[in-house]
C-alpha cells in the first residue's frame, strides 16, 4: 500500500512538470477556432507539420528575411517595410498579368542585368537547390498538374523513387485542372499513343479540341505507370483523379476565362475524397514547390479544423529536383511573389501575423 502511495505521489509529480513546461502551442475549441499562444515565432502553432517548415521568406520576428529585401531592393520595388505592403508590392510587379501562362513570359534587360545576383538570392531562399529524396512511407503521394513534359518528369520521378522502396503510399492522388491542352501537348499525346490514340479519347469521352490537364493525367497513367503499379493501385480505391470544377463555376459566374490554381484543386480533392487525415507527400520541382507546399499546407490547416476524424494529424514531407538552369527570372519573381503571398495567408491564418 506505501509503494502505491510513492508511485501515485511520483506520478503526480510527473504531470506536474509536464503541464508546466509542456509548450503552447495552436489549441482547437469546441467550436472549431484556434487560439494561439504568444510565443509566435518560437513554437508553430500549427496542426500540419511539413518537412519544409523552416524554409520561410517571413522569419520567426515577423519580418522579411534579408535575402528578400536585398532581392526587392535590386529591382527597385518600393514598399513600406511592413510585409503587406512588400505582399503587394510583389504582387504588382512580379506577378504575371490575369490570361497569361508562364510560357507568356519574357525576361527584360534589367532582368538579364541583374540575373547573377538575383540567382544568388533566390538560391538563399531555397528557390533553387534540390531536396533530394529520402525515404518515407505515407498515405498519399499527390502528383500535381502541370504541362505534359512537366508531369511526365514529375512522374519519372515518383516512380524512381517508388521502385527503388525509397517512398511507399498506400493511395496515389493525380490533381489537375481543365486547362485547354495546347498543340504540342496533343501532338506529344499522338506520338506515344499512335494508333490508339482514337481508343484514348473514346475511354475518356472526349473529342480531341476538348482535351485538358486532366486528361493528361490518364494519358500519364495509362502509358507511364507499369502493369505492377496498376495492379496495385485501382481507380475510386485508393486511385484517384481529381479535376478542379474551378473554371466551370468561375466561367459560368463572371464570363471569365481564369483557370484552376493550385489551391482550388486542392480543395476539391479535400471537398470531393474527404481524405482521412494523415501523411502526404509530393515531388514539385524548384522553385514551384515552395509556394505549391505552403498552398496544401494551408488547405490543410483549414480543413483541419472542419469536423473530421483526427485520430492523427495531416504532415507533409516533399523533395523537389533542382530549378531549371535557363529559367527565365520573369517566372522566379512570379512565383517568389506567389510563394510569400502563400505564406503570408498561411501565417495571417495561424495567427503568427496580424497585418
Known amino acids: 500500500m506505501e509503494k502505491l502511495i510513492r508511485n501515485l505521489r511520483v506520478l503526480s509529480l510527473y504531470i506536474i512538470i509536464g503541464i508546466i513546461f509542456t509548450p503552447i502551442t495552436s489549441q482547437v475549441s469546441a467550436a472549431g477556432t484556434s487560439t494561439t499562444n504568444k510565443q509566435v515565432g518560437k513554437v508553430y502553432p500549427g496542426l500540419v507539420s511539413s518537412s519544409l517548415i523552416n524554409i520561410n521568406l517571413i522569419d520567426s520576428n515577423k519580418k522579411p528575411v534579408k535575402p528578400l529585401l536585398d532581392f526587392l531592393k535590386l529591382y527597385n520595388i518600393k514598399h513600406q517595410g511592413t510585409l503587406k505592403s512588400i505582399k503587394l508590392a510583389m504582387e504588382k510587379y512580379f506577378i504575371r498579368k490575369p490570361g497569361l501562362e508562364r510560357w507568356d513570359l519574357v525576361d527584360t534587360e534589367q532582368d538579364a542585368k541583374a540575373r547573377t545576383e538575383a540567382l544568388r538570392l533566390l538560391r538563399n531562399m531555397d528557390f533553387i537547390d534540390p531536396i533530394p529524396h529520402f525515404k518515407v512511407n505515407v498515405d498519399y503521394f499527390l502528383l500535381f498538374g502541370a504541362t505534359l513534359p512537366t508531369v511526365e518528369k514529375r512522374f519519372a520521378d515518383f516512380l524512381a523513387q517508388y521502385n527503388s522502396s525509397t517512398l511507399q503510399c498506400k493511395n496515389i492522388v493525380l490533381l489537375a485542372g481543365d486547362r485547354k491542352l495546347r498543340t504540342h501537348e496533343i501532338e506529344r499525346m499522338k506520338n506515344t499513343l499512335g494508333v490508339n ?157 496580424s497585418e
Open 197 to 353: 490514340f482514337r481508343d484514348f479519347l473514346k475511354d475518356i469521352n472526349r473529342q480531341e479540341s476538348e482535351l485538358t490537364e486532366a486528361d493528361i493525367m490518364r494519358y500519364i497513367w495509362r502509358t507511364k505507370a507499369p502493369a505492377s503499379l496498376k495492379n496495385n493501385f485501382q481507380e475510386s480505391k485508393n486511385l484517384f483523379f481529381v479535376t478542379s470544377a474551378f473554371v466551370k463555376a468561375l466561367n459560368t459566374i463572371k464570363g471569365n476565362e481564369q483557370r484552376p490554381t493550385t489551391a482550388s484543386t486542392i480543395e476539391d480533392w479535400i471537398k470531393g475524397c474527404i481524405p482521412t487525415p494523415g501523411s502526404c507527400h509530393a515531388n514539385v520541382e524548384k522553385p514551384y514547390g515552395i509556394r505549391m507546399e505552403k498552398t496544401l499546407r494551408l488547405a490543410l490547416e483549414k480543413y483541419s479544423r472542419e469536423p473530421v476524424n483526427l485520430k492523427k494529424p495531416f504532415s507533409i514531407t516533399w523533395n523537389s529536383p533542382a530549378a531549371d538552369n535557363n529559367l527565365l527570372m520573369a517566372v522566379y519573381k512570379d512565383e517568389l511573389a506567389r510563394a510569400y503571398s502563400q505564406e503570408y495567408e498561411l501565417k495571417k491564418y495561424l495567427g503568427i501575423i
